[in-house]
């Protein structure tokens, strides 16, 4: 297994135009998260999936934002009518249940710049 | 409203020596805590936690203290080396095991 992949490393759009992100996680691990991080500063988590069930969503992710896991595999991440706001790395990270549950094995993330 | 703080942007810290990173929180129902690493142009890398019935955690060079009764934990990395050379986060859970609260993280620098 080599990690959490995620798809594109980079991506630079105009304004108003959508995005998509991708993630693969660990395979044996049942729950993946998204994550934003601007600079300078920490993660600050988006929503949460457990199997293909998305059980939480943040108060950060607007209407434009939609996150889906079909089968419980990958994720993708999508933003519709991008903003300069949105520019920022978007980080998936993936885990187990039970004990170690709280320690999320991340990918490199996909940077977003919004022009 | 942050809940966990990390208030030194960065540290410069003489190879072998040791580097302390600091992390202050406001939330007492916090009950997990973890420092991750980030090297620039990858995702964070778990490196120790702390449950909060412990006050001490260790695992090789990194030691991880918390004090509940000050709300503040700290990340100790003796003998410092120059690939410590890193961004570390310091992360917070609330028995949820799904969303983190991150500080804002501390640059280390070891100097050779």
């Known amino acids: 297994d080599t990690g959490v992949s995620q798809d594109p490393r980079h991506k630079i759009t105009k304004r108003g135009q959508n995005v998509t992100f991708r993630c693969d996680p660990i395979s044996e691990h049942n729950r993946l998260y998204w994550y934003r991080q601007t600079l300078g500063q920490g993660p600050e988590f988006l929503t949460y999936?457990?199997?293909?069930?998305?059980?939480?969503k943040s108060r950060l992710l607007s209407d434009r934002f939609s996150a889906e896991r079909p089968k419980g595999s990958f994720s993708t991440l999508e933003i519709q009518r991008t903003e300069q706001g949105d520019s920022a790395m978007y980080l998936c990270?993936?885990?187990?249940?039970?004990?170690?549950?709280?320690?999320?094995?991340f990918g490199a993330g996909s940077r977003l710049t919004v022009l | 409203d942050q809940q966990v703080k990390q208030n030194s942007p960065s540290l410069s810290v003489q190879e072998g020596r040791i580097s302390i990173l600091n992390c202050d929180y406001t939330n007492s129902m916090f009950d997990y805590f973890l420092w991750y690493k980030k090297y620039p142009a990858e995702g964070p890398t778990f490196l120790i936690s702390i449950s909060s019935i412990k006050d001490k955690n260790e695992d090789g060079r990194f030691t991880v203290f918390l004090n509940k009764s000050a709300k503040h934990l700290s990340l100790h990395i003796v003998p410092s080396q120059p690939g410590d050379s890193a961004v570390y986060f310091c992360a917070a859970d609330m028995d949820s095991n799904y969303q983190l609260i991150w500080g804002a993280g501390t640059k280390l620098i070891i100097k050779p």
């Open positions: 999936f457990q199997n293909e069930a998305q059980l939480e």
């Open positions: 990270a993936s885990s187990s249940t039970g004990a170690g549950a709280n320690v999320l094995t």
